[in-house]
């Protein structure tokens, strides 16, 4: 796992440094968009059926107010719309800075 070595929110961006001497700029759209939370997931039970989960929203306009750091594994953002559940574990924040933005 690489580590973030320092996580800044420029503008509309969450802007991460690498421990590999990578940057990654991810908007906060879509970070929004890909939250890993059961609100916006839903979950299975062990059957395997799907319980809630939001449907593809468009989240421009959302922003990032702030963020904290949980355990030695991921990020948890506060986001403009009141959302502040997904933990976005490190591999999952490399994974989005490297998806050219639709």
């Given amino acids: 796992m690489i580590l973030p070595l320092d996580v800044q929110?420029?503008?509309?961006e969450v802007a991460i440094h690498w421990e590999d001497?990578?940057?990654?700029?991810i908007t906060a759209a879509t970070l929004r968009a890909a939250s890993p939370s059961a609100e916006t997931r839903?979950?299975?039970d062990i059957f395997g059926h799907q319980y809630g989960g939001?449907?593809?929203r468009n989240f421009v306009g959302v922003e990032v107010l702030g963020w904290?750091?949980?355990?030695?594994?991921?990020?948890?953002?506060?986001?403009?719309?009141?959302?502040?559940t997904g933990l976005y574990s490190y591999d999952l924040l490399r994974?989005?800075?490297?998806?050219?933005a639709a």
Wanted: aromatic share 10%.
């Fill in 21 to 25: 001497g990578r940057e990654s700029f």
């Fill in 42 to 44: 839903g979950e299975r």
């Fill in 9 to 12: 929110l420029i503008g509309s």
């Fill in 68 to 84: 904290e750091r949980v355990g030695n594994y991921a990020i948890r953002f506060d986001f403009s719309d009141g959302h502040r």
């Fill in 95 to 100: 994974q989005l800075g490297e998806t050219p």
């Fill in 54 to 56: 939001a449907a593809p």
